[in-house]
């Protein structure tokens, strides 16, 4: 290599190096410019933080202000027309909304779209479902004008209406969207609600639909002959029968009415035949099948082997035998069945169907004219809301009940190449349980806590007291059930050495106080933790408050008393409250059985209602949904008689939207001992003799006597329940929650 290219190379190295340091420097440059910009950002986002911070303060400042104002104005004056879903309540201690209060007791979900609440906190009733509402406190509101007292029932004689409309229209739509070739004709069974007021209301709505009556006793009966009109409603004749019931029914035959009695007993067979040959008059008969598909719910011995009433399969073939031997093959005309009332399970009801229209199709192939399938009643109201298959609930609605009804027999006549028959149901419940509710008045409260948590300082404690005390101190010891086993040992402790002479009162009443005030404890940590132990959960009804209510459950609900029936319960006013009280409702008999511990809840039920604390303002309770059965189950228990009854229907003309058409009093004193075989004037006599023979012994004086007769023959005529007085107070609109 020569020197001058040697040269150039070192050249060309000395350019290379020089441009690999102009890049250095470019490098550290950049470098310098980014880590300035770090730290620009870091500074940015300290600032942003800052920011943020000082806004959050800002913003609870803001809310803090914003709710003393709110405070302030609403104790001045009421907001005039708060809008549903508005917190209408400011106190922080009680937030709640209306909107929280119809969730809480379930009004959309057992309801049927009839009952809410309004912007004030009142239940309303919409008996139509047509958007007019009827406030209920307006109702009670007027009745305490009328000088008219709680307990009443309240019928709502447009949703009876109402029902009556809806069973036949969904039964009608059911056969037009299944294309069925035959009709409905639903009959009312009056069994479920005799009352006149009742039976009139639902004849008249039904006029439209040829709907009939079902009579299950000879009473029932003789209502049912004179109630029906129109030629096409049917009057299916139910229950054990004698020759004077199966006379009735022929009665009614002469009259044209389309009357079937129905064969429960094969018995019955002989009697209508030798009375149809005495009389010369056709009947329509019918045969109850005792079907094998197991009923379900409180009510499902009504059918099956063991059932009181129905033929089974060898009895069938049997009476129809009787009745072509007869010669009277062309009167067998209806196949009945019923499995029970409350079905909860809509398959067991399409299954019961399915059996049911074998026996029919067969029965026609036999040479049996027949025409008509009654699919009894059994067609459940959803009492807890909860759309399950629970015994007070049902797991399926009147519209598809409809459909699997008709679905399933035109699919086993098709199979068995059968006409279908017109379709019968004889649905009760369904039909008036909406319509009526029972108000109650709570007028005492009985709280346990108040007196036994009273603290007793015996002068010489026993190591039981101590024991118990150290149980309350060293709570963090211990875990709540431990804690909780520990002073139900010490209590039964303290009992058995009050038993044994070992314990004065006065420790006695310290060792329960102490106790009561652990379980208090213990109920108050329940409800702020998750999972709560059986045992620690139960307190919470132990510890319940017991609400007094002028009522009778033996009077008014006595389904809840004999079956465990469960009725939606709720105020019926101070809904914008929230209730706070863990409460049972006890009634004003005599008998621990006579009160309402047992509540829905949408996961089974609750052995507790939270209510509102009472103040010196009357507090009113609704039952709800009772409009089946409890009108005529009750007894009269301790004496206490028919509750008053108000009919009320909706009224555009009216001011609140609705009138009480008719007020019904309620059982007098005079009007129960009659009815236990006294004479109220043999009463009044013997009173009398014994005040004349306490004035002869100078006793009492003769004016007193006269007093004292006077005023025990006025309590003759008083009202069974209790006379409840409270300051009467003129209802003002706008403001109705007291
Ligand atoms: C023969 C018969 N039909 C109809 C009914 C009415 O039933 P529900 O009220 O469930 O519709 C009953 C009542 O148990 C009944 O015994």
């Known amino acids: 290599m020569s020197f001058s290219s040697l040269r150039v190379a070192c050249c060309v190295l000395r350019v290379a190096c020089c441009v690999l340091r102009v890049a250095c420097c470019v490098l550290r440059v950049a470098c310098c410019v980014l880590?300035?910009?770090?730290?620009?950002?870091?500074?940015?986002?300290?600032?942003?933080?800052?920011?943020?911070?000082?806004?959050?303060?800002?913003?609870?400042?803001?809310?803090?202000?914003?709710?003393?104002?709110?405070?302030?104005?609403?104790?001045?004056?009421?907001?005039?027309?708060?809008?549903?879903?508005?917190?209408?309540?400011?106190?922080?201690?009680?937030?709640?909304?209306?909107?929280?209060?119809e969730e809480f007791y379930g009004f959309k979900r057992w309801g049927a779209g009839h009952f809410g609440v309004d912007p004030s906190g009142n239940v309303t009733v919409e008996p139509l479902s047509d958007g007019r509402t009827i406030c209920i406190k307006d109702v009670i509101d007027e009745t305490v004008e009328m000088g008219m007292k709680?307990?009443?029932?309240?019928?709502?004689?447009?949703?009876?209406?109402?029902?009556?409309?809806?069973?036949?229209?969904?039964?009608?739509?059911?056969?037009?969207?299944?294309?069925?070739?035959?009709?409905?004709?639903?009959?009312?069974?009056?069994?479920?609600?005799?009352?006149?007021?009742?039976?009139?209301?639902?004849?008249?709505?039904?006029?439209?639909?040829?709907?009939?009556?079902?009579?299950?006793s000879k009473p029932e009966l003789v209502i049912a002959l004179a109630m029906h009109e129109g030629p096409d409603r049917l009057i299916i004749c139910n229950g054990y029968k004698d020759q004077y019931y199966i006379r009735l029914a022929m009665l009614g035959r002469k009259l044209g009415k389309k009357i079937i009695i129905v064969v429960e007993q094969l018995s019955e067979v002989d009697h209508i035949i030798k009375v149809a040959a005495e009389t010369g008059?056709?009947?329509?008969?019918?045969?109850?099948?005792?079907?094998?598909?197991?009923?379900?719910?409180?009510?499902?011995?009504?059918?099956?082997?063991?059932?009181?009433?129905?033929?089974?399969?060898?009895?069938?073939?049997?009476?129809?035998?009787?009745?072509?031997?007869?010669?009277?093959?062309?009167?067998?005309?209806?196949?009945?069945?019923?499995?029970?009332?409350?079905?909860?399970n809509i398959l067991t009801i399409k299954n019961a169907v399915v059996e049911a229209s074998r026996f029919y199709c067969q029965l026609v192939k036999m040479g049996f004219p027949m025409g008509l399938l009654d699919v009894g009643g059994g067609l459940g109201i959803d009492y807890d809301g909860s759309r399950t298959n629970f015994e007070s609930s049902m797991n399926y609605s009147m519209a598809e009940y409809a459909r699997d009804v008709v679905a399933n027999i035109r699919d086993i006549c098709i199979d068995g190449n059968v006409d279908v028959p017109d379709i019968v149901s004889?649905?009760?419940r369904a039909v008036v349980a909406p319509h009526s509710m029972l108000v109650v008045e709570v007028?005492?409260?009985?709280?346990?806590?108040?007196?036994?948590?009273?603290?007793?300082?015996?002068?010489?404690?026993?190591?039981?007291?101590?024991?118990?005390?150290?149980?309350?101190?060293?709570?963090?010891?211990?875990?709540?059930?431990?804690?909780?086993?520990?002073?139900?040992?010490?209590?039964?402790?303290?009992?058995?050495?009050f038993n044994l002479g070992y314990l004065d009162l006065e420790n006695r009443a310290a060792a329960?106080?102490?106790?009561?005030?652990?379980?208090?404890?213990?109920?108050?940590?329940?409800?702020?933790?998750?999972?709560?132990?059986?045992?620690?959960?139960?307190l919470n009804a132990v510890l319940a408050d017991q609400y007094v209510c002028n009522f009778s459950v033996f009077q008014s609900l006595l389904d809840h008393w004999a079956l465990k029936q469960l009725f939606p319960v709720a105020p019926l006013h101070r809904l914008d409250e929230k209730p706070t009280v863990n409460a049972i409702l006890t009634d004003i008999t005599c008998d621990s059985d006579g009160k309402i511990s047992t509540f829905?809840?949408?996961?089974?039920?609750?052995?507790?209602?939270?209510?509102?604390?009472?103040?010196?303002?009357?507090?009113?309770?609704?039952?709800?949904?009772?409009?089946?059965?409890?009108?005529?189950?009750?007894?009269?228990?301790?004496?206490?008689?028919r509750v008053n009854e108000l009919h009320v229907f909706l009224e555009d003309d009216e001011e609140n939207g609705f009138y009480i058409e008719e007020t019904l009093q309620g059982s007098r004193i005079r009007d129960v001992v009659v009815g236990v075989q006294y004479q109220h004037t043999d009463l009044c006599r013997r009173l009398k003799n014994q005040i004349d023979a306490a004035t002869k012994r100078d006793a009492i004086k003769p004016r007193e006597g006269v007093r004292l007769l006077e005023f025990y023959e006025e309590m003759l005529e008083t009202k069974t329940y209790l006379g409840i007085n409270h300051v009467k107070k003129k209802p003002r609109r706008g403001s109705k929650s007291t």
């Open 35 to 101: 880590r300035v910009a770090c730290c620009v950002l870091r500074v940015a986002c300290c600032l942003l933080l800052v920011a943020c911070c000082l806004l959050l303060v800002a913003c609870c400042l803001f809310e803090k202000k914003k709710q003393a104002s709110n405070r302030s104005r609403s104790s001045k004056s009421k907001p005039v027309n708060p809008r549903p879903n508005q917190l209408v309540n400011t106190d922080p201690v009680s937030l709640w909304s209306t909107t929280q209060s």
């Open 150 to 216: 709680a307990p009443y029932v309240i019928r709502f004689q447009d949703l009876l209406r109402h029902q009556v409309a809806r069973l036949n229209t969904l039964f009608r739509q059911a056969i037009g969207e299944e294309d069925y070739a035959g009709r409905y004709r639903g009959v009312f069974p009056i069994k479920v609600n005799q009352l006149r007021e009742v039976v009139e209301e639902i004849v008249d709505a039904g006029a439209e639909f040829d709907y009939g009556l079902e009579a299950g």
């Open 281 to 344: 008059v056709e009947p329509l008969i019918g045969f109850r099948a005792k079907l094998l598909t197991r009923g379900a719910g409180k009510w499902a011995t009504s059918t099956g082997d063991n059932a009181k009433f129905g033929l089974n399969t060898a009895e069938i073939l049997f009476a129809a035998e009787k009745l072509r031997k007869a010669k009277l093959t062309h009167c067998l005309r209806l196949l009945h069945f019923h499995i029970g009332s409350q079905v909860p």
């Open 426 to 428: 004889e649905s009760g």
């Open 443 to 497: 007028f005492e409260r009985i709280n346990k806590r108040e007196t036994l948590s009273v603290k007793q300082r015996p002068k010489r404690k026993h190591k039981v007291v101590r024991d118990l005390e150290g149980l309350v101190k060293n709570k963090a010891n211990l875990g709540p059930l431990e804690r909780f086993h520990d002073a139900v040992q010490r209590k039964e402790d303290a009992f058995a050495l």
């Open 512 to 538: 329960e106080s102490l106790y009561w005030q652990i379980c208090e404890e213990l109920a108050s940590e329940n409800s702020e933790t998750g999972y709560i132990p059986e045992e620690l959960h139960e």
């Open 600 to 641: 829905i809840d949408l996961q089974d039920t609750k052995d507790h209602l939270k209510l509102h604390p009472l103040n010196d303002q009357p507090y009113y309770l609704g039952v709800f949904l009772t409009g089946a059965y409890q009108d005529i189950m009750g007894d009269l228990h301790n004496l206490f008689g």
